[in-house]
């Protein structure tokens, strides 16, 4: 196969592996059936710190040791129960606590759509509020992750509510997006760190392909922009030629740029910037609700996919 049509073949898996992470009714089939979760499950590991909440904080504490930091989040999102939701409150005061009372450094990630969005938005805003006051006086950073288009409005707007009262809360922003330069310049207006990705999900782009050079263009003048504002940030990128370009600038303002990647994912590029002298942090999920980051990292990186059927064939074999 040539360059192009590898590209279209590379185009087209992302594309269905990205629907696949967003379907509702397959993630409640792979939820029902042991044998594929489990298997499944074998590949989602390689991303997820581990099921709960205690191997997060080792993972955080190994990490530590390296001088990695960490940002650690209870997957889920979505939640339309009530108990689901909740229960992901108390783990996320728990969490935050814990991470506190471990002095490693560790922030906190989490969707909205987890914490109450998915059924109404008071209820989020109540959630985030309740999880901010037991962050906020220790000090612990509370990061909110974006997500899709059916929740990105409420994400931005309870943001901004809540963020001139928390000064350590802080928000992800998909560079692919038209809309983000304005959103930027909004968020700067509070405090609170910014994180800047390109972004996962398949509708960003509607139907362009997530890694064209456009949206890399985007990250690259929206991160300029952000790094030179002063204003403190996380420059959330795996890509090597965004990395090697904003060296330089964010040499100028170490104090207020983290550079920060996915659990697993690249890690030489970051123990790379460690070794620079740069802060350095790794997103780190943890819990049994990997579907949907399991497929968005399949469907970044083909190898991936390689590395995924693999352990699944061989768990499929070993029952
Ligand atoms: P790109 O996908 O172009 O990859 C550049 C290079 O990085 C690849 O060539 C490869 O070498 C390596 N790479 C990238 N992904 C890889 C993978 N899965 N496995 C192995 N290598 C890989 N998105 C979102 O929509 N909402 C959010 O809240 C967040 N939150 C978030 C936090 C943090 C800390 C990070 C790093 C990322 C996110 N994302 C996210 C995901 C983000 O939008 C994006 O999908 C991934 O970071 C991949 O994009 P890159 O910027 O790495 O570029």
Redesign the pocket.
């Known amino acids: 196969m040539d360059d192009a049509s590898d590209r279209a073949v590379f185009t087209a898996s992302a594309k269905a592996l990205r629907t696949i992470a967003v379907d509702r009714g397959l993630r409640d089939m792979i939820r029902s059936s042991p044998t594929l979760l489990h298997a499944l499950e074998k590949a989602a590991w390689r991303f997820v710190a581990g099921p709960d909440r205690q191997s997060a904080l080792r993972c955080a504490t190994e990490l530590h040791s390296r001088g990695i930091l960490s ?1 650690i989040d209870f997957q889920g999102e979505d939640a339309e129960a009530r108990s689901e939701v909740d229960a992901a409150v108390d783990e996320f005061v728990e969490a935050t606590r814990a991470t506190a009372s471990l002095n490693v450094g560790a922030s906190i990630s989490l969707n909205l759509s987890h914490i109450g969005l998915a059924i109404d938005r008071a209820l989020a805003v109540a959630n985030c509020e309740r999880i901010l006051a037991a962050a906020t006086p220790t000090g612990t950073e509370v990061l909110l ?3 899709g288009d059916r929740y990105r409005e409420d994400i931005l707007s309870i943001y901004l509510d809540l963020a001139p009262r928390f000064s350590t809360f802080g928000i ?1 922003l ?1 560079a692919c997006l038209s809309r983000t330069e304005r959103d930027l310049e909004m968020c700067l207006e509070v405090p609170g760190r910014i ?1 800047l ?5 398949d509708e960003l782009g509607h139907g362009t392909d ?2 064209s050079g456009s949206v890399d263009a985007q990250y690259r003048r929206l991160s300029q922009r952000l790094i030179e504002s002063g204003h403190a940030c ?1 420059i ?5 030629s965004i990395l090697a370009g904003l060296l330089a600038t964010s040499a100028r303002r170490p104090e207020a740029v983290e550079f ?3 659990f697993s ?2 890690t030489h590029r970051l123990e790379k910037l460690r070794d620079l002298g740069r802060q350095v942090r790794v ?1 780190l999920p943890y819990g049994h609700k990997w579907h949907l980051y399991l497929f ?2 399949l469907a ?2 083909p190898p ?1 996919l390689h590395v995924a059927l693999t352990a699944m064939v061989k768990e499929l074999q070993a029952r």
């Open positions: 940002s992750n974006m997500e992800t998909q994180r990705v390109k972004g996962a999900y997530i890694r996380a959330a990128t795996h890509d090597p920060e990647m996915l994912v690249a997103y968005h990292r970044e990186h991936n």
